[in-house]
């Protein structure tokens, strides 16, 4: 089956680092993506990943280990604006087309 | 480009009333998604469409319908209203199949069923 794991909540301070991770199980993993979402607005992309390794865009990166099914984003320099919450989703295929699976998604709360 | 546009933003309807909610998109993708997402619970999906003319069925499909009758429309019905369907519905596209290929997605519509 299908599932995705990551906190509920973490809280951090403006300018510190936070990583929120993601654990997976899929049968067809076909990439991992990061969204976030502020409080009654629709997820923005920002970040995907299909190989091992580390993305780096800007304050944001993305971490990858397929064999362990395991993901984290990175955010640095951390400021009020990135209060929102954090969905991880795969990309996985079922049958001849690929769905993405999204988890519950972790609310990030930054304090001054 | 207005990217994707969901209509309406709210509503709030009584059990047993039918409605449409409207999605387009001017970025000329071709895979439409619709989603559900409630507290605890995550985005799920309920319908989606690989291109003009199709559908499929996605995680959460009962009482629910779709229609791609044009590329930039996709539609999601509900013929019965019901409670449990009180939620804040996501529309979403994509351009291809191409891996990468990121989902865009509408502001949501929040329904309210009494």
């Known amino acids: 089956g299908q599932n995705i794991d990551q906190p509920t909540e973490m809280t951090a301070t403006e300018g510190a680092i936070v990583q929120i991770n993601c654990t997976y199980q899929?049968?067809?993993?076909?990439?991992l993506f990061w969204y976030q979402q502020h409080a009654g607005e629709a997820p923005t992309f920002l970040s995907y990943n299909v190989l091992d390794g580390l993305e780096e865009k800007g304050r944001f990166s993305s971490f990858l280990s397929r064999s362990k099914g395991y993901s984290y984003l990175l955010l640095k320099e951390l400021q009020m604006k990135d209060s929102a919450s954090y969905l991880c989703?795969?990309?996985?295929?079922?049958?001849?087309?690929?769905?993405?699976?999204f988890g519950t998604g972790t609310r990030l709360q930054v304090f001054p | 480009n207005a990217g994707v546009t969901q209509t309406p933003k709210f509503r709030v309807l009584k059990t047993g009333q039918s409605m449409t909610l409207l999605c387009a998109q001017d970025?000329?993708?071709?895979?439409m998604y619709w989603y559900r997402q409630d507290p605890g619970m995550g985005l799920r999906l309920i319908h989606y469409?690989?291109?003009?003319?199709?559908?499929a069925k996605g995680e959460v499909p009962d009482g629910y319908n779709v229609s791609r009758l044009k590329k930039q429309n996709f539609l999601l019905g509900l013929e019965s209203a019901a409670p449990s369907q009180t939620s804040v519905y996501f529309c979403?596209?994509?351009?291809?199949?191409?891996?990468?290929?990121?989902?865009?997605f509408g502001p949501g519509t929040r329904l309210t069923v009494l």
């Open positions: 970025m000329n993708h071709e895979y």
């Open positions: 989703a795969v990309r996985d295929w079922v049958g001849n087309t690929d769905k993405l699976i």
């Open positions: 469409s690989v291109g003009e003319g199709t559908t």
């Open positions: 899929t049968s067809g993993f076909n990439g």
């Open positions: 979403a596209s994509r351009k291809g199949q191409l891996s990468y290929n990121e989902q865009f």
